[in-house]
């Protein structure tokens, strides 16, 4: 059997979102791959943590490809983004909570590229009336990120169910971003 990447990394991914301090034996196990294997393919917990940092990017990118982002009203471009971004909300989590990647001259131009997407997404809300602007777009943005995180977090502990994170998601962040008469 060859070495999967991305099924490693989804391994190590689905492991480090429910336990953030899960030693590289445990990862390696998780993937069902020898330690030496995974050091071999990623020789460190620092270059484990910058591959899922990689791989996330990829994954929220390809989400909002997916969503199609230009399309509809930007309410109905957040709904398809949350629904398409979902499955990744675990490593996204796990991102959010390893800050150290987005400080400092080392971040990832991938989330900057992302930001913007974002920002124009809900910046785009705004100028149709759609979106509150009183709410900077970036945090419009920053709240989805944290919401996204939240849910991730939530279905891990089983204190929500999979199936109902993307509707949780959706209501609140629109329910709060959400135009009201005279605001």
């Known amino acids: 059997m060859g070495f999967d990447r991305d099924q490693v990394l989804r391994a190590a991914a689905d492991l480090l979102a429910r336990k953030s301090t899960a030693t590289t034996e445990e990862v390696a196990r998780a993937a ?18 910058r591959a899922l940092e990689d791989f996330g990017i990829a994954e929220v990118k390809a ?39 987005f400080e400092g001259e080392d971040q990832n131009e991938g989330w900057s590229l992302i930001d ?17 602007i009183d709410l900077s777009a970036a945090w419009l943005a920053e709240a989805l990120y944290g919401l996204l995180a939240a849910g991730g977090w ?26 009201r008469d005279g605001s």
Do not use: K, W
């Open 154 to 179: 939530a279905v891990i502990e089983g204190r929500v169910a999979r199936n109902d994170i993307a509707h949780m998601i959706v209501e609140l962040l629109l329910g709060g971003a959400m135009r």
């Open 63 to 101: 989400a909002l490809d997916a969503a199609r982002l230009e399309e509809g009203t930007s309410e109905e471009a957040v709904r398809r983004l949350v629904r398409a971004i979902e499955p990744c909300a675990g490593l996204l989590a796990f991102l959010y909570s390893e800050n150290q990647l």
């Open 116 to 132: 913007e997407r974002l920002t124009d997404l809900f910046r785009r809300g705004q100028e149709s009336g759609v979106f509150r």
């Open 32 to 49: 069902g791959i020898s330690r030496a294997t995974l050091n071999r393919h990623f020789p460190g917990r620092d270059a484990l943590i």
